[in-house]
């Protein structure tokens, strides 16, 4: 998320207001360690719906969990608490992967802006997050791989989908390495001697294809809710204090604004998330994934681990616009500090 997200065209500052929180106004050294940490703690809280939701995805059609809530309490009761965690080191790197999207998101922003020309937020947004998504799917992919492994290593037959696709955890089985190093670093060489360096990013392109419309969709939503709680204030305020009380109440706008535009990514691209996870999992080419889907799935493709995903999505969106605002507004240098609305 940046820092443009509270933009409507308006000027930076309107009456020695900071609506928006630019990069030269921050200190960057308390930023980014709190940036981080930030990031960390709303991945910790919510990873475990993420194992969920994957399980569901990759099982074959109910034969493992009826639901989300049934998923979770047989996860817990069959392999303890901490299989819900299974992987979580392994998506760290994502984290400088969050800031490379961010980094690039801001930087597309304004050249579409100034060079361009192009002066809709909403759409200056979706196309800035469309740009930026495949740099962070170059560390999100890989880790994503090894990742979902790990979280269906101790029920492998349940989820591998075909003989082809066992194969990474037959070669786990076999390794003899149980004892002697991390499941982390187990499932990469496994990857690498099954798949070799091309493994690691198996189904890249339908991870492409399922995040620049996912993102897209989020910002144009963000924006247009945005522009709706905005409206609805302005209606609900008196002439005299109305811009005052705008201001107050943005960071709330966002925070709403992030969970609904997360929940319509995560419905209007679920099939798209069914495609690459069980591309990258079960290694079957596009062609067989899909014509699997079709076939063992049908229309529960697009529902099937929604509600985590919607969850998830929901919550990670309002906590990461929470959090990130709440840190760049701690951040900023001295003389902007009286200027900040909270």
């Not at 889907?293 to 929604?306: A, C, D, H, N, P």
């Amino acid at each position: 998320m940046s820092s443009s997200d509270a933009d409507f065209g308006a000027e930076e500052i309107t009456n020695q207001r900071l609506l928006v929180i630019e990069w030269e106004h921050l200190n960057l050294w308390r930023f980014y360690p709190m940036a981080i940490a930030s990031s960390w703690s709303i991945r910790c809280l919510l990873y475990p719906m993420s194992v969920v939701k994957s399980r569901l995805q990759l099982q074959k059609q109910n034969n493992v969990y009826k639901g989300m809530r049934h998923a979770f309490v047989e996860i817990v009761r069959q392999e303890g608490f901490t299989a819900l965690y299974r992987g979580f080191w392994m998506t760290l790197p994502q984290i400088s992967a969050s800031f490379l999207y961010s980094s690039t998101y801001e930087r597309m922003r304004n050249l579409l802006q100034v060079q361009v020309g192009i002066t809709n937020p909403s759409l200056v947004s979706a196309l800035a997050g469309a740009i930026a998504t495949p740099c962070a799917q170059m560390v999100f992919v890989p880790t994503d791989i090894v990742a979902q492994h790990m979280m269906v290593y101790n029920q492998a037959k349940n989820f591998a989908g075909s003989s082809k696709s066992g194969s990474v955890h037959e070669f786990l089985q076999k390794d003899g390495l149980e004892k002697r190093r991390t499941l982390g670093l187990r499932v990469i060489r496994a990857v690498y001697n099954v798949d070799g360096a091309k493994g690691f990013y198996r189904g890249f392109l339908s991870a492409i294809f399922l995040y620049i419309p996912s993102t897209m969709v989020f910002w144009s939503t963000y924006y247009k809710a945005l522009h709706v709680f905005r409206d609805l204030r302005i209606y609900l305020t008196t002439a005299t204090n109305q811009e005052e009380r705008v201001d107050e109440k943005l960071f709330i706008d966002q925070a709403l604004a992030g969970s609904i535009g997360g929940i319509m990514a995560a419905v209007m691209t679920n099939p798209l998330e069914m495609l690459r996870i069980r591309l990258q999992v079960h290694r079957t080419g596009y062609a067989e994934t899909i014509r699997r889907l079709w076939k063992y799935e049908g229309s529960r493709v697009f529902t099937k681990g929604l509600a985590p995903r919607v969850l998830n999505n929901a919550l990670y969106s309002m906590l990461i616009m929470l959090g990130y605002e709440t840190v760049k507004k701690t951040c900023v240098l001295p003389e902007y500090k009286d200027k900040v609305v909270w």
